[in-house]
Structure formats: structure tokens, C-alpha cells
């Protein structure tokens, strides 16, 4: 049970550290994962009845690091089934709620990660991120969700959505935290650069704005989203060198997702169909139509961008855009796997760092977000803004009204 190795792993640290054997930053802190991280001797289902019984023999990469670190697991947490959708509703074991409102949804995929930050479960919980699936989550439930560059964090024993999209991060309630258990996941340069103690400065940086009435969001910003980014904005303005319009290249290559996802899951939509939800099976079933050459040009494509990406960034360092540009529906309207509006898909396409830092609440009480992003591997630049923000901003992190 987690419960009891829970207990056992924190009483270890507390005997480590009154020992003086300090193992790092994380020794005894209690951290939560997202139930497609693997685990070895516990479950990992991604939440669908097709894996309900998989008990893995290894730790995913993060996981094994986190325990060097001297992390304490708490226990698996929900996801949209299979990380294929973006609401949290659809899952084997129920839909995640969202600590702010409970009758609305938390986004997803990674929503059971954010409603235990935000209801104060745990310091961090892992996520993962194809197309939103940290940053989506967290900005619904208030708390700061974070994306490296592809590639920084291992996604190695992370069941698969899309190999070429998938990315591996926390959650937490600041961005210094994030910071934090960003560094515990990966030896990697980029992430050893994010030192939450000297985070590099930001005033001589460049900030695109981002309009959300293009093509990278999914639709334009409701008032109350837009007045609140518009008041961040004034927050920033004196923080850096300028804030300035921009624009962003979409290509479409959105089908990659649904092919990749198809060919993981193949062998067990032929032969135990019935064991996903109906719209999970639907969404991976469409990737069955994208032939062998059509996949290899959407690789291409996604190759190039990469390549080129960089180029956008010219004309400023980092960019700025509503995380949401609506709130999260009630959870008996999230039907579709896919409901609800962001503006997070284009910075996985381009693999490029990008954190959602909570910047209001509305008047009916939901959390809104501000995503900072960066260019391929800048970062550290990105969570030195989001933590000169949260500075500025001056108050404490705001907890959630629960009720029983």
C-alpha cells in the first residue's frame, strides 16, 4: 500500500537526516505522480481499465531519480484516460474535480496531478505535456505548471501518447519550487541552470505578446481572461527591457499525435476494444488513417520547425499568451475528450519551454493562468520571469476554497 511505504520512506529520511546523511533539497519532501509514471511493484493503469492490472517491474527514469533525491511518493494520481484528452472526466476511476469548484473539470491530462498541489496534498506532483497536459490542469486549478524543452526531462517509462510531442514536468504552487524538483529529474545543463536561489535577471529581456485571436489558441479570450492578462501585463512592463506584439508560426501537423498514439495501442484496440472508454477508442482509432508516408512527412515537418523554431525569437526573448482563454466547464459539460480552449499545443510542437503561473481569479472564483515561453532551451529564462512575476505580484499562493 502507498499509505505504508509512505510512512516508511518518511521515517527513513527523518533517521537519514538526523544522521546527517542529507541526500539533497527533496530529502523527505512528499511528492505525488501522475498514474502513467511508472512505478516498480505498484500499478500504473493511465487510468484505463486496459491496464488496470499492470504492475511494472522498473521505475520511469524520473521516478528512480526522485527517490535518490530522498523524495517521499504519496501515490498515483488521476489522468484523462490514456492522456487522450484534455478535461480529466474520462477515466477508469472517475472524473478529477477541481478543488476551486468541485462540479467543474481540472483539464487534463495530467488533472489529478494539479488538484492535489492545489488542494495542498503534496509539495510537487509529476505531469506530463503533449499538447497542454501540464499547463492546461494547473492553470484550471491555480498552480504553476511547467514544460521544459523537449528532450531535457527522460520520458523513458512514461506510458506514451505521442513519442514525438510527450514531455515530463511538475507542479507545484510557485515557480521557485518548480524550479526545484525541475532540477532533481535530469543531469541535463538547461535544467542545472534554473538555480531557484539565483535565478539570471530579467530586466534586459524582450516580451512578445501573443494575441490570442490566432491560430495557436484555440479560440479568443473570454473579458475576464483577457482584463486579467492585460493587468499582468502591466505587472511586467517594468520588470523587463519591453513588452511587444508578436506572432508565432503554426504549422499543422496535429496528426502526428493520433498516429503515434494508434501505433501504441494497435494490438489492444484489435483484440479488448471494449476496455476503453468509447470516445478514448474513438480519438485513437482516427490515427489509424494516417498512412506510412503521410507520418513520415508530418516527422519532417516537425523536424524542420524544430529546426527553425529558434527564428521566431528573434525579435523577443520570451512570449507571453493566456494559458486558457476559457474557464474550466462543469464537469457534466466536459463530454468531449477535447472541450475547452487553450493556447499551450504549438510550444510542444516546437519542444520549447513554456510554464503557466496563476495571474487572478475570476469573480465567480476560478483560477486564471499566464504562460511564459521561451526559445529551445532558454528555460531558465522563462522560470526566472515567472518567479519575478510572482514577486512583483507580492502576495502568497492562494489556496482553494474546499468544502466537504
Same mark, same amino acid.
Given at each position: ?17 538526523? &544522521? ?210 492585460? &493587468? ?45 472508454? =468509447? ?36 525579435? &523577443? ?12 466547464? =462543469? ?5 468531449? =475528450?477535447?472541450?475547452?480552449? &487553450? ?23 476560478? =483560477? ?37
Amino acid at each position: 500500500m502507498t499509505d505504508e511505504s509512505a510512512l516508511a520512506d518518511a521515517r527513513r529520511a527523518e533517521e537519514e537526516l538526523a &544522521a546527517g546523511r542529507w541526500r539533497g533539497s527533496l530529502h523527505g519532501i512528499p511528492i505525488a505522480l501522475k498514474d502513467n509514471i511508472d512505478t516498480a511493484g505498484l500499478r500504473t493503469t493511465a487510468a484505463s481499465a486496459v491496464l488496470e492490472n499492470r504492475v511494472p517491474t522498473e521505475d520511469a527514469e524520473v521516478v528512480r531519480r526522485l527517490r535518490e533525491a530522498g523524495a517521499v511518493f504519496l501515490g498515483k494520481l488521476n489522468v484523462h484516460e490514456f492522456g487522450m484528452g484534455a478535461t480529466s472526466t474520462i477515466s477508469r476511476f472517475g472524473a478529477v474535480r477541481n478543488p476551486w469548484a468541485q462540479d467543474r473539470m481540472t483539464g487534463g491530462s495530467s488533472g489529478g496531478s494539479a488538484a492535489a498541489v492545489a488542494a495542498g496534498f503534496c509539495f510537487g506532483a509529476l505531469g506530463t505535456d503533449t499538447g497542454g497536459s501540464i499547463r492546461i490542469p494547473a492553470a484550471c486549478c491555480g498552480v504553476v505548471g511547467w514544460k521544459p524543452s523537449y528532450g531535457v526531462v527522460s520520458a523513458a517509462g512514461v506510458v506514451p501518447l505521442s513519442t514525438s510531442l510527450d514531455h515530463v514536468g511538475p507542479l507545484c504552487r510557485t515557480a521557485t519550487d518548480a524550479a526545484l524538483l525541475f532540477r532533481a529529474l535530469t543531469d541535463h545543463p538547461v535544467a542545472q541552470a534554473c538555480d531557484p536561489e539565483r535565478p539570471p535577471p530579467v530586466a534586459d529581456l524582450r516580451i512578445g505578446v501573443l494575441p490570442t485571436s490566432l491560430a495557436y489558441c484555440d479560440r479568443p479570450a473570454e473579458p475576464e481572461i483577457q482584463a486579467a492578462f492585460d &493587468a499582468a501585463l502591466d505587472i511586467l512592463r517594468p520588470l523587463v527591457a519591453d513588452l511587444r506584439a508578436a506572432e508565432l508560426a503554426v504549422p499543422d501537423i496535429g496528426a502526428i499525435i493520433e498516429a503515434e498514439a494508434y501505433a501504441y495501442h494497435a494490438t489492444c484496440l484489435a483484440t479488448t476494444p471494449e476496455l476503453y472508454d =468509447p470516445r478514448t477508442r474513438e480519438a485513437l482509432l482516427s490515427g489509424r488513417a494516417t498512412t506510412p508516408a503521410e507520418y513520415a512527412e508530418l516527422r519532417r515537418r516537425l523536424a524542420e520547425y524544430r529546426a527553425s523554431v529558434h527564428r521566431e525569437f528573434e525579435s &523577443a526573448d520570451l512570449m507571453v499568451v493566456p494559458t486558457l482563454t476559457e474557464f474550466p466547464l =462543469p464537469i457534466v459539460d466536459a463530454t468531449d =475528450p477535447f472541450a475547452g480552449a &487553450a493556447c499551450t499545443f504549438v510550444f510542444n510542437v516546437g519542444g520549447l519551454p513554456s510554464v503557466t503561473v496563476p495571474c487572478g481569479v475570476s469573480r465567480a472564483g476560478l =483560477p486564471i493562468g499566464l504562460m511564459i515561453s521561451g526559445p529551445p532551451l532558454g528555460d531558465a529564462n522563462v522560470l526566472a520571469l515567472a518567479r519575478a512575476y510572482e514577486n512583483a505580484v507580492g502576495q502568497a499562493w492562494r489556496s482553494p476554497p474546499l468544502r466537504d
